[in-house]
T-cell receptor, first 116, second 112 residues
C-alpha cells in the first residue's frame, strides 16, 4: 500500500450504533488530519494531530472522537450520530505541520458515511 | 470569517480547449495556494501549488497564476482531455499554520 489509505470506504449506520473509521499513511509523515466533505460546502477541518498529539479540535461535537496511536494511524470513533453527519470523511497527512515545503497535505480516498 | 470564493461551480469545455478556474481569498496573510483535483470516488489530489513569492507556475498542461494585490489566483488547463474531468478545489493557507481555507469546488466536464 502506498499513500494514504482509509477503511471502510463506505459505511451505513444507525443513530445508536458505534463505529470507527481508520486511516493509515505510508508516507512517513508526522501530521494527520480529519476533514468532513459535504455537498456544495468547503472542506471542513475537524481534527489535527502532530506527532500523535492533538493540536486542533475545530469545535467538533463530542459524538466524534479521534485517536492517534502512532504517527501512521488515525482513527475517528463515531457514536450516536445524526443524519446530518452523513458526508465523506477524508483523512490527510503532511510531512510537517506548517510552514513552507513539506507542509503540503495529501488526502486519502475517504469514507462515505450514511447515518440513517 | 476568512473565506475563499471559487468560480465557476461548473464548467464544460470541448476536448482540446482551455479551462480556467478562478479563486478569490480574503485573508491578506495567505501565502500558499494549492489546487486539488478530486475524481469520482477518490480523495482530493494535489496537482499544483504556488507560493506568494512567485506570480506564475507551470507544470506541463496546467498552470497557476497569482495576483496578490487583487487576492486572486487561477488555475489554467490547456489542451483539455476527457481525463481532466473532475472536481477542482482551490485553497489558501498561511505559513505557520496548517489551516487551509478551501473553495467550494468546480466541476469540470471535458466533452469528447
Amino acid at each position: 500500500e502506498t499513500g494514504v489509505t482509509q477503511t471502510p470506504r463506505h459505511l451505513v449506520m444507525g443513530m445508536t450504533n458505534k463505529k470507527s473509521l481508520k486511516c493509515e499513511q505510508h508516507l512517513g509523515h508526522n501530521a494527520m488530519y480529519w476533514y468532513k466533505q459535504s455537498a456544495k460546502k468547503p472542506l471542513e477541518l475537524m481534527f489535527v494531530y502532530s506527532l500523535e498529539e492533538r493540536v486542533e479540535n475545530n469545535s467538533v461535537p463530542s459524538r466524534f472522537s479521534p485517536e492517534c496511536p502512532n504517527s501512521s494511524h488515525l482513527f475517528l470513533h463515531l457514536h450516536t450520530l445524526q443524519p446530518e453527519d452523513s458526508a465523506l470523511y477524508l483523512c490527510a497527512s503532511s510531512h510537517k505541520l506548517a510552514g513552507g515545503p513539506g507542509a503540503e497535505q495529501f488526502f486519502g480516498p475517504g469514507t462515505r458515511l450514511t447515518v440513517l | 470569517g476568512e473565506n475563499v470564493e471559487q468560480h465557476p461551480s461548473t464548467l464544460s469545455v470541448q476536448e482540446g480547449d482551455s479551462a480556467v478556474i478562478k479563486c478569490t481569498y480574503s485573508d491578506s496573510a495567505s501565502n500558499y495556494f494549492p489546487w486539488y483535483k478530486q475524481e469520482l470516488g477518490k480523495g482530493p489530489q494535489l496537482i499544483i501549488d504556488i507560493r506568494s513569492n512567485v506570480g506564475e507556475k507551470k507544470d506541463q498542461r496546467i498552470a497557476v497564476t497569482l495576483n496578490k494585490t487583487a487576492k486572486h489566483f487561477s488555475l489554467h488547463i490547456t489542451e483539455t482531455q476527457p481525463e481532466d474531468s473532475a472536481v477542482y478545489f482551490c485553497a489558501a493557507g498561511t505559513s505557520g499554520t496548517y489551516k487551509y481555507i478551501f473553495g467550494t469546488g468546480t466541476r469540470l466536464k471535458v466533452l469528447a
